[in-house]
């Protein structure tokens, strides 16, 4: 079976089935009224309501901050604070305090998300154990493409990225899982 359109009378036991662009979603809700906003994830998990309910999902606001706590300076004994945000203000203060290759990444910001209570200084100390430690960053579930570039390469060190992209154009059209297969490599035969 094709891959079927994203319409209003897709069941969600289908839509579940199938792997759409971030963008498909983004149309999808456009045209049905829904909020647009967010990671691919949260835009599934409101289209699949919707498709369920034919309403809107609705999630309660959470404060934005941006700066620290406070409109004071970040120091070493800062309290990261809840539902934190990598903002200008955090990078200036690690650059300062790492120096100029700080980067936020992921696992970094995951670590600053779950330890609110800690200080900046811990943060400190945390991204420079995370840069120490060895192995790859676990891709999350909406980055499927990529854990499936990463397990493609890993077991076919020979092949070009555009053989890649092949086989992943077509494992996205089929009905289950996007994750990575030998058998996927058939499709590069025809």
Known sequence: MARPQLTNDLKSEDFKEYYFLKEELKDFCRENGLKTSG??????????YFLDTGKSLEHKKIKN????????????????????????????????????????????????KSNPDKTYEDAINAYIEIQNSKGKTKIDKQFQYNQYIRDFFADNDDKTLKEAIECWKYKKSMKGH?????????????
């Not at 990671?39 to 699949?48: A, D, H, Q, T, V």
């Open 39 to 48: 990671n691919k994830s949260e835009l599934e998990e409101r289209i699949i």
């Open 65 to 112: 901050f941006s700066k620290s706590s406070s409109n004071e300076a970040i120091t070493l004994e800062t309290k990261i604070g809840e539902n934190f945000k990598c903002s200008e203000d955090k990078r200036k203060f690690f650059e300062k305090e790492i120096g100029k290759g700080f980067k936020f990444k992921v696992k970094f910001q995951k670590w600053l």
């Open 178 to 190: 996007n994750k990575y297969e030998k058998s996927d490599l058939e499709i590069l035969k025809k």
